[in-house]
């Protein structure tokens, strides 16, 4: 099976960028995708493939992958970025998927 | 625009079956390839992946959860179907129903259902 690292939190200031990684063996082969969860409320994506984001997400979020390691960029941050960042990516097989442990955003 | 619900009862005791069902609005579950997955969420952690089905009945589930699992689509009624059996309080989480996306290569969940939350206590 695979699975999917991610720091458990990070913090950053107010205005400032911030890089969230993703670390594990399915990224080699597939493209990570990024979701924001704010308390009680379900995960939204913001950021699939190499770098794409849905319609309605800021284009201060971006995407990055080398090797085994998917990163999300947030730059700018703003206090509404606060949450809960996970990646997910398909895992060796193709056929399943697997989910990091999540980091938490803390805006200073 | 694609939106999910899902629904079902939020306390169960252990040993008994949870079934969930998502409904699909904004469009039909049967266009073909589309996929529909079920993730979960316990209290306090990130989301796990239960499974998928596809248009076609084409499932695949965790391998942790794989025995106790089973998925199904109602074509006339368009919803799908999560059904797992002999639960226990590791089972209690938010259950997210949501459609997966993307080809070989690529692939993520969306929309997602706002998530259900199913306890299961004595």
């Known amino acids: 099976s695979s699975e999917l690292t991610q720091d458990p939190a990070v913090s950053v200031a107010l205005g400032q960028a911030v890089r969230i990684t993703c670390q594990g063996d399915?990224?080699?082969?597939?493209?990570a995708s990024w979701y924001q969860q704010k308390p009680g409320q379900a995960p939204q994506l913001v950021m699939y493939?190499?770098?794409n984001r849905p319609s309605g997400i800021p284009d201060r979020f971006s995407g990055s992958s080398s090797g085994n390691i998917a990163s999300l960029t947030i730059t700018e941050v703003q206090a509404v970025d606060e949450a809960d960042y996970y990646c997910?990516?398909?895992?060796?097989?193709?056929?399943?998927?697997?989910f990091g442990g999540g980091t938490k955003l803390t805006v200073l | 625009q694609l939106q999910l619900q899902e629904s079902g009862p939020g306390l169960l005791k252990p040993a008994e079956t949870l079934s969930l069902t998502c409904v699909v609005s904004?469009?039909?579950?049967?266009?073909?390839?589309?996929?529909w997955g079920w993730i979960r969420q316990p209290p306090g952690k990130g989301p796990e992946f239960i499974g998928t089905i596809s248009y076609s009945g084409t499932t695949y589930y965790s391998p942790s959860l794989k025995s106790r699992v089973t998925m199904s689509v109602d074509m006339s009624k368009n919803h799908f179907s999560l059904k797992l059996r002999s639960v226990t309080a590791a089972d209690t989480a938010v259950y997210y129903c949501?459609?997966?996306?993307?080809?070989?290569?690529?692939?993520?969940?969306?929309?997602w259902g706002q998530g259900t939350l199913v306890i299961v206590s004595s």
């Open positions: 493939g190499k770098d």
């Open positions: 997910c990516s398909r895992d060796s097989s193709g056929n399943l998927w697997v």
């Open positions: 904004g469009g039909s579950i049967n266009n073909s390839p589309y996929s």
């Open positions: 399915s990224l080699r082969s597939y493209y």
């Open positions: 949501a459609r997966p996306q993307g080809d070989s290569s690529w692939g993520w969940f969306d929309p």
